[in-house]
């Protein structure tokens, strides 16, 4: 299995997930093909879009929802007021089909997972997946958070609509059964979430209350053509982006409203590319471009006036003036009180050989 994810993460690199989710089903209905030859497809055009792994939803609306549960999500995109009746549209894939995403995943060249929604589907996914997702809806089903843990496996844990003390207690179950990382999500429970409720400064607030974690995003804002959002997100601190995708963002229902398609995948990249071009280095040095500008640019010590061999240096005759290919004026002091090996006319940037003492 390909274990894109966490090798990325570990060498700083960002990556970009494409939460896939059940959009395929549309798809399929789109282009006149099955649900399964769709969400290839979708696997393809995420490859192709330089995405860097795949994720899906695998539930169960029996095992998922209550038949009474209510909406959460804008009805003028998706029309369904029910979530059992939604999820029961979207839920025919079991472990044959998973697998034939994950074999197919692996053959093009991208990480494949699936967020579980159910214990079965963790057992049969385990083969198939380097890395467990754990929705926002079950950070407080603590016996299923367990369960997953239990895997030790690393987990993306997506942190939407909670409290810092329910952060903190599942991220202490999660380390009672499991040592390897824990990348957890920023994420607003609105679909799709306003710019102005994007809330990314809660990225810095994750960083510093959980410094053992790595810390990402799940994105539900719709697209924009800059890509502010994710990039403001990422310079905040989240190498981790998760953002639903589809291949036709005007399709109706569910969530290709909020999401990514392949030109949106490819300029976030490119964007975050840049963003790494221009934020550079940590390291406080003088950066190898800046050397012939630090050696013109910066002041030598320059003489004021003529001064004969011999003579003691005053202040009243050295000056500072460009290029620093001289003694440098942060030198002032020490020269002060020397003596003059040579005469030395009026405007000469001084050398040591020129003067005697100590320096």
């Not at 997946?129 to 997506?158: E, G, R, T, W």
Request: hydrophobic content about 35%; some cysteine; glycine content about 4%.
């Amino acid at each position: 299995m390909m274990n894109t994810i966490m090798e990325r993460i570990k060498d700083g690199k960002f990556v970009l997930i494409a939460e896939i989710g059940v959009n395929y089903y549309d798809i399929a209905r789109k282009e006149g093909i099955t649900p399964l030859e769709a969400a290839k497809l979708m696997i393809l055009k995420a490859k192709e879009a330089g995405i860097h792994a795949v994720k899906f939803q695998t539930y169960k609306a029996d095992t998922l929802a209550a038949k009474e549960s209510p909406s959460y999500w804008d009805t003028s995109e998706e029309a369904e007021t029910s979530q059992y009746s939604l999820f029961k549209k979207f839920d025919s894939f079991g472990e044959t089909e998973y697998r034939a995403l994950s074999t197919y995943s692996e053959s093009v060249g991208i990480e494949f997972l699936s967020t579980a929604f159910d214990t079965a589907s963790a057992d049969y996914l385990d083969s198939m997946m380097n890395v467990y997702k754990i929705s926002s809806s079950d950070l407080n089903n603590l016996p299923f958070v367990a369960y997953q843990a239990k895997k030790n496996k690393p987990i993306l844990l997506s942190v939407g609509a909670s409290e810092e003390e329910e952060i903190r207690r599942t991220v202490s179950l999660i380390r009672r059964y499991n040592q390897q990382p824990v990348i957890l999500l920023h994420c607003v429970l609105e679909y799709p979430t306003p710019y102005e409720h994007a809330n990314l400064n809660k990225i810095i607030s994750l960083k510093k209350s959980f410094p053992d974690c790595y810390i990402g995003y799940s994105d539900h804002t719709k697209p924009e053509k800059d890509f502010d959002v994710l990039k403001t997100a990422y310079n905040l601190g989240a190498q981790v982006i998760e953002k639903h995708f589809t291949l036709d963002k005007t399709l109706s229902g569910n969530d290709h409203y909020h999401a990514m398609d392949e030109k949106d995948a490819a300029g976030i990249i490119a964007a975050i590319d840049y963003q790494d071009k221009i934020r550079g280095r940590y390291e406080l040095v003088c950066l190898e471009s800046e050397q012939t500008a630090r050696a013109n640019a910066r002041r030598s010590l320059v003489s004021s006036c003529d001064i004969a061999k011999g003579s003691v240096i005053t202040e009243q005759m050295l000056t500072f003036k460009r290029p620093a290919s001289g003694i440098s004026a942060e030198e002032y002091d020490r020269v002060i009180g020397m003596t003059a090996n040579e005469d030395i006319r009026e405007d000469t940037v001084l050398q040591w050989e020129m003067i005697a003492g100590q320096h």
